[in-house]
């Protein structure tokens, strides 16, 4: 079955404590995204990678990372988080960034709350 | 300022016609999309168009695009409650940005029996 995981699903944490949160897809896609969501704003996009080693800013980059060292798994990295990245993140793949050219198949979130 | 607006809430009878309006202001969007969003649950596209389309229809959901106006809507027709969820508006920049999609804020249909 064709899908993107998210792990963990929901995490209470302290502020400065590093956490990674992992995505993974069994597509063989080569663009993956991350992105997050806040009440009221919709899906602001944080990083995207076109493939292996090739990663890119989004719309709200600061506070995360990204690695993209196998074309499977796309981890977000908050190396210190602070409470204003309380929120639900997704973690998107497709087979090409063109969604028009190839549906891109959403993860089923990340609930993380820090304190 | 925003680039893409939506109203929040969005309440019908089941049966009835629902229709979601989104308006944008990147001229320069060569596709715009509906996304869904169950409780829960990520999101799945549910239709796109083309900029140089008017309509697309796609069984009971019917896109309609202005572009001179830059307003886009969404008409579910025999809405069920199945259909409550949130609906998100998206375009997509092209160019340097490669494959960028911008979201709305999104609208919460509820459909009620």
């Known amino acids: 079955e064709a899908q993107v995981t998210q792990n963990p699903r929901y995490l209470i944490t302290v502020t400065g404590k590093k956490l990674t949160v992992t995505c993974s897809q069994n597509m063989n896609h080569e663009y993956m995204s991350w992105y997050r969501q806040d009440p009221g704003l919709g899906l602001r996009q944080i990083y995207y990678?076109?493939?292996?080693?090739?990663?890119d800013k989004g719309d709200v980059p600061e506070g995360y990372k990204v690695s993209r060292k196998e074309k499977r798994n796309f981890p977000l990295i908050l190396e210190s988080p602070s409470p204003n990245q309380t929120s639900l993140y997704f973690c998107a793949s497709s087979l090409s960034p063109w969604t028009s050219e190839g549906t891109q198949y959403f993860g089923p979130g990340t609930r993380l709350l820090v304190l | 300022g925003e680039d893409v607006e939506q109203s929040l809430f969005l309440s019908v009878r089941e049966g009835d016609s629902s229709v979601i309006n989104c308006t944008y202001t990147?001229?320069?969007?060569?596709?715009l999309y509906w996304y869904k969003q169950e409780p829960g649950a990520g999101l799945q596209l549910l239709t796109y168009?083309?900029?140089?389309?008017d309509m697309k229809q796609d069984q009971r959901l019917t896109v309609l695009l202005n572009k001179k106006d830059k307003h886009l809507s969404l008409r579910i027709a025999d809405t069920q409650t199945g259909d409550s969820a949130i609906y998100f508006c998206?375009?997509?920049?092209?160019?340097?940005?490669?494959?960028?999609?911008?979201f709305g804020r999104g609208t919460q249909l509820t459909v009620w029996p």
């Open positions: 990678s076109m493939n292996v080693e090739v990663t």
């Open positions: 990147d001229s320069s969007s060569t596709y």
């Open positions: 168009i083309f900029s140089n389309m």
């Open positions: 998206a375009g997509e920049r092209r160019g340097s940005t490669l494959g960028r999609l911008y």
